[in-house]
C-alpha cells in the first residue's frame, strides 16, 4: 500500500511563492511516476506536473510551466512542487499522486494524498 502526506499550502499574496512537499511511505516507488494534481471550488481534478523518480522528464500542464517545478528527493523519498509567480486562478486543493499515467490526453493515479489547499489572494 502507498501513503502518500502532502504540506506546505496555505495563504499567499498574488505574485508570491509556496513549497509544496509530498512525503511517500509504503511499496518501493522506483518506476512510478509522481505527480501533482489541483482541483478548485466547483471544478474538475486538473493535472497539474508529474516527474519520474529518476528525476527526470518533468512534464508541465501549460497553465503553470514557467512558473512551477516539479521535483524529488529520492534519500527522503519527498516530491516538491516550488510554485512562483502565484495567481489568483492557482487557489485549489493541491494532491500529490503516485503511478500517474497518461490515456487519451487524460491524466489518472491510483494512489493519492488526502490534499494541501493553497489559497491566493489580491
Known amino acids: 500500500q502507498v501513503q502518500l502526506v502532502e504540506s506546505g499550502g496555505g495563504l499567499v499574496q498574488a505574485g508570491g511563492s509556496l513549497r509544496l512537499s509530498c512525503a511517500a511511505s509504503?511499496?518501493?516507488?522506483?518506476?512510478?511516476?509522481m505527480g501533482w494534481f489541483r482541483q478548485a471550488p466547483g471544478k474538475e481534478r486538473e493535472f497539474v506536473a508529474a516527474?519520474?523518480?529518476?528525476?527526470?522528464?518533468?512534464i508541465y500542464a501549460d497553465s503553470v510551466k514557467g512558473r512551477f517545478t516539479i521535483s524529488i528527493d529520492n534519500a527522503k523519498n519527498t516530491v516538491y512542487l516550488q510554485m512562483n509567480s502565484l495567481k489568483l486562478e492557482d487557489t485549489a486543493v493541491y494532491y500529490c499522486?503516485?503511478?500517474?499515467?497518461?490515456?487519451?490526453?487524460?491524466?489518472?493515479?491510483?494512489?493519492w494524498g488526502q490534499g494541501t489547499q493553497v489559497t491566493v489572494s489580491s
Open positions: 509504503g511499496r518501493t516507488f522506483g518506476s512510478y511516476v
Open positions: 516527474i519520474s523518480w529518476r528525476g527526470d522528464s518533468p
Open positions: 499522486a503516485a503511478g500517474v499515467q497518461a490515456s487519451s490526453g487524460r491524466y489518472s493515479a491510483p494512489y
